[in-house]
C-alpha cells in the first residue's frame, strides 16, 4: 500500500510544484537523479531492513553549484536534505547581516531539521562546493515512519547524531583555548574525511578561514595563525587550502600552544637534528659505495 501511496512520478511539475523555478535555486539536471530507498539509507550509514531493499519508493537528487543557496531562513519547511556529495555550511544571520556558522555538512550528513518545530528554516544552507543533495520530503518521511518502524529510528539516530555535534562544539568553546579548538577541528574534519572513504591525513579545507573562525568563535587572524604555528612546530603542512595532519595524537590533547620563543627553540633544534640526520645518512652512503 505504502508504493502505491508514496511512489515518485518524475513529471516536471512535480519538481516544480516541491520548489518554484529560481535563478538562485540552480536545480541542475545532472549527474544521479533518483536513489532507491536501500541508497539512501546506505548514504546516511544506517541499517536497511529487509522489507526497506525491497522498496520501490524513488528519492530525487537535485545538483547545486558554489556559492547557491538551498533554503534560507523563514522559507517554508517541507523538505530534509541528505549530502550525497560536496559540502555545504548552515549559517545564521543576524539583522546587519553578519554570518554565524553554524555546521558544515557533508557527505552523508542530514539538514533541514531545524525546520521542523515552527514548518520554517531557522538557518540557511549554502554550497561550499557543488553539491549533489538528496531531497528527503517530511510528508514522505512521515509516512515511511509508520510503516517502517525500524527506519524510524534510525533516522531519529541521525537526527541526534548531528544533534550531538551540535553539543559538542558547544562544549568545546566554551572549555578550550582558541589553538585547542583549531586543533579540535581538524581532527574532526580528518575523522569525518576517514568515514567518508577519504584520506584523513591530507585532505582540501573547502571553507574558508573566515568560516572556520566564524564556526570556532574565532577570528579569520586567529585562524590562519594557529594554522602556521601548528605547520611551524610539524603537527600540520599547510599549503594554502591544503591540510596534511602529521601528529593527530598531538592534535587531539593539545591545550594551548608554547610561547613563540619556546616554539622558535623548538623549530631550531628540530631543524638541527634533521641536519645531523642528512650529514649521517651522507656519510652512511660515501662508506657503502
Not at 159 to 173: D, G, Y
Not at 193 to 205: C, I, R, T, V
Not at 229 to 239: H, P, Q, R, W
Amino acid at each position: 500500500m505504502l508504493s502505491t501511496q508514496m511512489s515518485e512520478v518524475r513529471p516536471e511539475s512535480q519538481t516544480s510544484a516541491l520548489h518554484p523555478p529560481s535563478a538562485e535555486a540552480g536545480w541542475q539536471r545532472q549527474g544521479k537523479l533518483w536513489s532507491n530507498l536501500k541508497e539512501l539509507c546506505e548514504v546516511l550509514r544506517i541499517p536497511a531492513t529487509p522489507s526497506v531493499a525491497d522498496e520501490e519508493l524513488l528519492f530525487q537528487h537535485v545538483q547545486f553549484k558554489t556559492g547557491q543557496r538551498i533554503h534560507t531562513i523563514g522559507q517554508t519547511f517541507d523538505t530534509l536534505y541528505i549530502v550525497h556529495s560536496g559540502f555545504l555550511k548552515t549559517v545564521l544571520i543576524d539583522e546587519f547581516g553578519n554570518e554565524q556558522v553554524l555546521s558544515f555538512p557533508m557527505k552523508g550528513d542530514l539538514f533541514g531539521v531545524d525546520g521542523i518545530h515552527t514548518k520554517r528554516y531557522a538557518s540557511e544552507a549554502v554550497a561550499l562546493s557543488n553539491c549533489d543533495l538528496i531531497l528527503l520530503p517530511f510528508k514522505k518521511f512521515t509516512a515511511l515512519g509508520r510503516t517502517h518502524v525500524e527506519l524510524e529510528h534510525a533516522m531519529y539516530s541521525v537526527m541526534s547524531r548531528e544533534l550531538v555535534r551540535e553539543q559538542a562544539m558547544v562544549s568545546m568553546l566554551g572549555a578550550l583555548s582558541a589553538e585547542a579548538r583549531v586543533a579540535r577541528f581538524l581532527v574532526s574534519l580528518a575523522e569525518r574525511f576517514a568515514e567518508m572513504g577519504y584520506s584523513s591525513k591530507l585532505f582540501n579545507l573547502r571553507m574558508t578561514r573566515h568560516e572556520i573562525g566564524s564556526y570556532l568563535g574565532l577570528t579569520l587572524e586567529t585562524v590562519s595563525r594557529t594554522l602556521s604555528a601548528f605547520n611551524e612546530i610539524g603537527l600540520i603542512t599547510v599549503d594554502q587550502r591544503s591540510i596534511g595532519i602529521k601528529d593527530a595524537d598531538a592534535l587531539k590533547t593539545l591545550r594551548r600552544l608554547p610561547p613563540s620563543s619556546s616554539r622558535a627553540k623548538q623549530v631550531a633544534a628540530k631543524k638541527a637534528r634533521q641536519h645531523a640526520q642528512s650529514i649521517a645518512s651522507s656519510w652512511t652512503q660515501l662508506e657503502t659505495a
